[in-house]
């Protein structure tokens, strides 16, 4: 994947209480900035989340994250985090997520994969992600995500 | 007021994530230190925070802190944060937290003051803290909290 | 003080993993918000935090902080933090920052008060701050800083 | 892999400030748990980090960090945060951490797998695990870590 692959991409500038005493953001922080990426995600696509899914009676969980750290990122640095839905499952959502130093979109500092499961608020079990949402992450994405139903869960 | 005026010392290890660039830790972050103290101070009191106080219908809320920077605390420091109820309000619980290093209890690293309102749980407006937890306070605290109604709110 | 009096102004989104159980933003986290506005603040001086105080063989180290809870900031909420420089001591800054909630300046959510020691680097000594950063300062703020050297540390 | 293979067992109560709007901890959070267990690991081990590496010249990285989340864990829970090192690379060291509830050790909430390389601290390029190094792990742990050399980095 590469950064024109992302409709969505979120400006970040890193905090300094982000960094450690190395400088650089510590790992753990990469999953912050990939929630806030997430969560500026669906307002995007118009789905505002919990509200949103609330309303139809669902929620998401984080079922697996994964971060692959290939470069640091240092205090101040003006990042752009990039994220689109690569998945859909059966009931489940994969976000990938790029991180990027601003205006150096060739090689990326991480990488990160969240997937997400689509739940019953009330019942709290796996829920098919039904077809108008469905269609409003196709609608969204300029990569059609995958929806092959195989390794579907 | 001095160490030997705390009957409740919590020992806490700053981690890795909670300093910054400079290798002390963030300045927000004692702010946390004093939560988690306030935390383990009503569990020694025997009120858990915040069933306790659901049960008998109230909560607590913050409604100013203040921190005293002395000296600063550093990666993998043992810290032993004390905490002491030093004035009870009509409505009001005032917390003062002194921060040492442990084995090092004759020069603070840093000070902070919490006061809390007792609020009713559903009307969410201040509530008289009542007798059995001034009972308690006064039972566990070996310095006596200031009552005097005076200043009180 | 009021808003009109801020000329320096940050938005600032609550982000999820700043809200706690009761979906208030924690207590601690208003410090962070008063960190980045002030690293914001000084980029809008033109004057960056760190690199720029350092070049001048200075550091500045937070003294004292304190914040006034008036009414909670939730998840999701665009809010505006207000910091200005409200004094400038012979070797200390304070600033006074105000956290509105976007549109809703009429009530302010929190205050917080934060001193600055104004240091030199090698020495970790107070030291003066010097005429061409008052300059700075005076020339940005819209109400002029008190310089007052009475009270001065 | 089960609670019996690990002999790194470090207890640690969720605190206030790690819990979401949910009630559990905010999913960010479970790798600074890992981040605390590996540092109390290399201090069991007897090779304090930072400072036991930068004496032989050498430093860890993290390259890549996945945590699969099973079951939530809750304020005030009481977690027992469980790392081994197991496996060896040529100049990598991958720890696995599960994370348990207090005495409720047929079922994990969570586990991890980071992946750190080991470099050169001037060069800042991977370096060999040593000996030595090899040794103390190996002593240390109750199952052997993987050492073969087949998809060695």
């Known amino acids: 994947m590469a950064y024109a692959d992302f409709r969505h991409r979120l400006p970040l500038r890193v905090r300094w209480a ?8 510590f790992n ?12 500026e995600y669906w307002r995007a696509v118009g789905m505002l ?27 101040d640095d003006e990042l752009e985090v990039c994220g689109r839905i690569a998945r859909i499952g059966s009931s489940s959502l ?11 979109y060739e090689s990326v500092l991480a990488t990160g994969e969240l997937v997400y499961v689509h739940v019953d ?22 990569v059609a995500p995958d929806e092959s139903e195989s390794g579907a869960r």
């Open 121 to 142: 608020l009330a019942l709290r079990t796996p829920t098919r992600v039904d077809d108008p949402l469905r269609g409003r992450i196709r609608a969204f994405e300029t």
């Open 49 to 75: 989340y919990p509200e949103g899914f609330a309303a139809l009676g669902s929620d998401l969980y984080v079922r697996k994250a994964t971060v692959d750290y290939r470069s640091a990122a240092y205090y």
């Open 94 to 104: 994969q976000f990938s997520v790029e991180i990027y130093r601003r205006r150096q």
């Open 18 to 25: 982000e960094v450690d005493k190395q400088g650089v953001v």
């Open 28 to 39: 753990a922080h990469y999953l912050l900035y990939c929630d806030v990426c997430v969560t």
